[in-house]
C-alpha cells in the first residue's frame, strides 16, 4: 500500500506512548501491547471509509489502534440509537457528539476532569467555539474537527453586476451593483436571489445565521456565571455600546428578516423559494451561507457552477470578526467496559497529526490553535512539539486560498451553550416567523423567546 502523507506523520507520532499534543498526556505508561488498551468501539455519524481508514494506516505504527472499531450510525436516528444502547450497555465506548449536544447528552458522559485538563490549557489548544464543551464539572468531549461557516459565492452571477469579490460587511448587500442580483418577473415573484436570508423553513442554518448575526454585534444566546457556571438566557441582553438600535438580539432579528419583507427594497427571499442550498447550487441565488464541508455537496450538485467560498460578511463594529462553526467531539461513555482504554484512545484522536488527518479527509480543519496558526509554537524542544510542527507543515504545505478560508473562519469562530437542539429549533423558528408574520414586535417575540429558553435550562 502506498504511503499517504499524513500516515508517515501518524506512524511517526503512535509509536511508544499516549502523548497528545502539547498537552503531553500520561494516561498510561503503555507497554505497546494489544491487552494494555483493549478493545474501543467509537460510534459517529461521519462516512466511515476516512476514519476507517485512517484508523488503519496508524495501526501499522501503534497495535493499540488495531483494536479500534468505528460504526457509521444513520444521523436521523443517531441520538435515540445511541440513548437506547448506553442505557441498557450495549454502546459503544466513545462516541462522536457536537457542540449543540454538550449539555443534553452530558449525563451519557465520563467528564474529563479540570485536574486532568485546566480550563486554561482547554482554551489554549482549542479554537474559542468549542467553549460549549466546559461545563462546571469538567470536559464534556474533546474537540477534533471543526467545520465552520462560511460564504459561498457565484462567480458568474457576481461577474455580472461588475464584482469581483463577495461583500467583506452586511451593508455591502444594499449597494446597487449587489441589489441588481436580485431579479423579479413581471408578477413581482423573484426569480433569482441576492442572497437567502430572512425565513426558517427553506434557509438550511437559519438557527444558526441568525445566532451569529447576535454574536456579531456583542450579543449572545445563553452565558454561563462565571462564579457558579450557571447556564441563563440572554436574548435579552442590552447593548452595551450604545450603538445599536435596540439589544443585540432584535438588531439582528430586524436585519435578517428584513430580506423577507415584499416593502423594501433589498426583498429577495420568501417562503414559496427552493431550499436555500438548493437555490445556490442551480445557480438561482448569488450567495449562501454554509458550512465548509458542503463545498463537495454542492460540487457534485452542479459540476459546471463556477463558486467560491470567503468569510461571511461582518457587521463592522468595534467586536471584530466572528462566524460559527459545528465542532464535533470524541466523548467518553459513561458505562465505558474499557474505560482506560477509551480516554487513551480518545486523547490519540484529538492529537495534531490524527484530528488534521480526518478533518482534511472531510473538507473541514482541525479545532486546535496549534495546527490552525502558523507560529504557535516558536520553537520545538521536544519531540512532541516537532510532531505539532510537523501536523501544522501538513496542513498547510497543500493549502489553497478556500482552504485558506476555512482556516481563518475557524479561528474567529465563537459558540454557544444549546440547552437542547430541538427545542431551540422550535424557538428560533417562531421568533423569525412571528415577525416576518406581523404576529409580534420584535421586542416581544424576543422576550418570549428568552423566557422559553430559561425553562428549557431550568428542565436540565
Given amino acids: 500500500m502506498k504511503t499517504t502523507p499524513f500516515q508517515i506523520i501518524l506512524l511517526s507520532v ?6 497528545v499534543g502539547v498537552l503531553v498526556f500520561a494516561i498510561l505508561t503503555s507497554t505497546g501491547t494489544q491487552s494494555t488498551i483493549g478493545p474501543v468501539v467509537i460510534w459517529g455519524t461521519f462516512d466511515s ?44 465506548d466513545l462516541f462522536i457528539m457536537s457542540q449543540d449536544q454538550a449539555i443534553q447528552d452530558a449525563s451519557e458522559v465520563s467528564l474529563i476532569p479540570y485536574a486532568e485538563i485546566s480550563q486554561s490549557q482547554y482554551q489554549k489548544l482549542f479554537i474559542s467555539a468549542t467553549s460549549p464543551f466546559l461545563l462546571q464539572d469538567g470536559i464534556v468531549a474533546l474537540p477534533f474537527i471543526a467545520d465552520p461557516m462560511v460564504l459561498f459565492w457565484n462567480k458568474d452571477l457576481l461577474g455580472t453586476a461588475g464584482l469581483t469579490e463577495p461583500p467583506e460587511y452586511w451593508s455591502q448587500l444594499f449597494t446597487t451593483p449587489m441589489q441588481s442580483l436580485t431579479v423579479k418577473d413581471d408578477a413581482g415573484s423573484i426569480t433569482q436571489s441576492l442572497i437567502a436570508l430572512g425565513e426558517y423553513g427553506n434557509i438550511d442554518h437559519a438557527k444558526d445565521i441568525v445566532a451569529t448575526l447576535i454574536m456579531q454585534v456583542g450579543g449572545a444566546i445563553t452565558t454561563r456565571d462565571p462564579a457558579t457556571g450557571d447556564l441563563t438566557g440572554s436574548l435579552g441582553k442590552a447593548d452595551s455600546s450604545g450603538s445599536l438600535q435596540g439589544t443585540p438580539a432584535e438588531s439582528a432579528l430586524r436585519f435578517y428578516t428584513e430580506f423577507a419583507d415584499p416593502s423594501k427594497d433589498y ?104 495546527v490552525l496558526t502558523p507560529g504557535a509554537i516558536k520553537a520545538a524542544p521536544t519531540s512532541v512539539d516537532a510532531k505539532v510542527n510537523a501536523a501544522r507543515a501538513l496542513a498547510f504545505a497543500s493549502s489553497t486560498p478556500d482552504q485558506d478560508v476555512i482556516t481563518q473562519s475557524a479561528i474567529i469562530a465563537q459558540g454557544w451553550s444549546d440547552p437542547d437542539p430541538v427545542k431551540t429549533d422550535d424557538i428560533f423558528r417562531a421568533m423569525i416567523e412571528d415577525t416576518t408574520s406581523g404576529a409580534m414586535l420584535f421586542t416581544e417575540a424576543i422576550g418570549r423567546a428568552n423566557s422559553q429558553l430559561l425553562a428549557i435550562i431550568a428542565g436540565n
Wanted: a positive charge; aromatic letters at 8%.
Fill in 267 to 370: 426583498y429577495s427571499w420568501n417562503r414559496a423559494q427552493q431550499l436555500a442550498s438548493m437555490a445556490f447550487a442551480q445557480g438561482n441565488s448569488a450567495l449562501y451561507l454554509g458550512y465548509a464541508s458542503e463545498q463537495s455537496v454542492i460540487e457534485k450538485l452542479n459540476p459546471n457552477l463556477k463558486f467560491a467560498i470567503s468569510r461571511i460578511p461582518q457587521s463592522g463594529t468595534t467586536q471584530g470578526p466572528v462566524t460559527t462553526a459545528r465542532i464535533y467531539a470524541i466523548a467518553i461513555a459513561r458505562n465505558s467496559r474499557n474505560l482506560v482504554g477509551a480516554k487513551t484512545i480518545a486523547y490519540t484522536l484529538v492529537s495534531a497529526p490524527f484530528s488534521n488527518a480526518i478533518a482534511n479527509s472531510y473538507g473541514m480543519v482541525s479545532p486546535r490553535r496549534d
Fill in 14 to 19: 503512535f509509536g511508544a506512548s499516549a502523548i
Fill in 49 to 92: 471509509k476516512s476514519i476507517t481508514q485512517i484508523i488503519q494506516d496508524s495501526s501499522n505504527g501503534d497495535a493499540n489502534l488495531a483494536l479500534v472499531t468505528y460504526v457509521q450510525k444513520d444521523p436521523a436516528t443517531y441520538e435515540a440509537d445511541l440513548t437506547r444502547a448506553l442505557a441498557s450497555g450495549t454502546g459503544p
